[in-house]
């Protein structure tokens, strides 16, 4: 794989894992698109970093991702590579009733359901 002169998004890239991967991937002469749902996080980067791209999303959303879909679509047609890194992990335990369906759900539907839909539906590398 060639590891320059891509043009990258990555979701969840706000902190952690998403965030190095963006600015190692930048360090590379890429272009790094972070995609993110907090936006005051966004525009910290954007103010620190600012040769790095980013775009407010939440990959839970379908209707995020049709947008992001046609925004990226727009503004990046040479996008090759997508990292499909936004995830969230909460201490949930299962074997107590008193747990939330809710947040059961809402890891789901970010951690498998949106990972999916990015891949599927909204890059098409």
Excluded: W
Aim: charge should be neutral.
């Amino acid at each position: 794989m060639k590891i320059s002169s891509n043009t990258i998004l990555i979701t969840g890239g706000t902190s952690g894992i998403g965030f190095e991967f963006a600015t190692q991937l930048l360090a590379l002469g890429n272009t790094a698109i972070i995609a993110g749902g907090d936006q005051a996080k966004l525009d910290r980067i954007k103010k620190e970093h600012p040769l790095l791209h980013t775009i407010q999303s939440d990959v839970s959303d379908p209707k995020a991702i049709a947008s992001i879909y046609e925004r990226v679509s727009r503004e990046y047609p040479a996008l090759n590579i997508l990292i499909n890194n936004a995830g969230v992990m909460r201490k949930i335990n299962l074997q107590d009733k008193g747990s939330d369906l809710e947040d059961i759900s809402r890891e789901i539907e970010t951690n498998l359901v949106g990972s999916v839909r990015m891949g599927s539906s909204s890059c098409h590398c």
